[in-house]
């Protein structure tokens, strides 16, 4: 979708008319965002080229200046890794580390600044096990909670103070599942983002009545 919606924009800045783009639309493929790919399986190697042609660039160029036209070739760039990284070459890619952006957000920068997305609660779950990689046990998180209190207070803005803390307690409880639903949410996105085998470095785990931690 992303790459659709980019290649739009360029587009619609290469030329004046539908009829215009017909004529300017490569029906062999280059491995250019004009490819017209009638063959669905060219749209994946456009994407995985995720590039423009010369003749292309040149229309660009007399209508963008340079700095948007460095901005569309990093906006291709990041998704032609996002790309390569859905695809086959998983299994392949070392692990990289993940970092809590100044928004809060969840990245690993070298897989294209892939954002992990994940609730609010989940996400405090998750920050909190990030600060102690030696583990924690699930019946001494308790011990944590009003830590666990600051960083969602830090993180959302949703719900009133009261909420907050009933959620917060739910997860200390040791006697609720709300924490072991929650492990098993984040490791959800984790594999849903990276795949299983690569996931296991990312998500919080650990055998029943030890402690949890993230990666194994
Ligand atoms: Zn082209």
Redo the contacts with the bound molecule.
């Keep these: 979708m992303a790459y659709h919606i980019l290649a739009l924009m360029v587009q619609h800045y290469m030329v004046k008319s539908e009829h215009e783009l017909a004529q300017i639309l ?1 029906r062999e493929p ?1 491995g ?1 965002v ?1 490819d017209f790919c009638q063959n669905k399986r060219e749209v994946i190697l456009k994407m995985r080229t995720a590039d ?2 010369p ?2 660039m040149e229309r660009l160029v007399k209508k963008l200046n340079p700095p948007e036209t460095n901005h569309v070739f990093e906006l291709l760039e990041s998704l032609r890794i996002k790309m390569l990284f859905a695809q086959n070459m998983r299994q392949h890619i070392e692990p990289s580390p993940l970092v809590v952006t100044s928004e809060n957000t969840l990245v690993i920068p070298a897989y294209g600044n892939l954002e992990i997305r994940m609730t609010p609660l989940e996400k405090t779950l998750y920050l909190l096990y990030m600060r102690y990689p030696e583990g924690i046990h699930l019946t001494s998180l308790v011990e944590y909670k009003t830590e666990l209190q600051d960083v969602y207070a830090s993180i959302s803005s949703l719900g009133s103070l009261e909420e907050m803390r009933q959620s917060i307690d739910d997860m200390c409880n040791a006697l609720n599942n709300s924490t072991s639903e929650k492990m098993a949410k984040i490791k959800g996105h984790f594999e849903k983002a990276l795949g299983k085998e690569l996931a296991k470095h990312y998500y919080i785990q650990g055998k029943r009545g030890e402690r949890k931690r993230i990666g194994f």
Excluded: D, L
């Design positions: 490569h280059v250019c004009n423009i042609c003749n292309c």
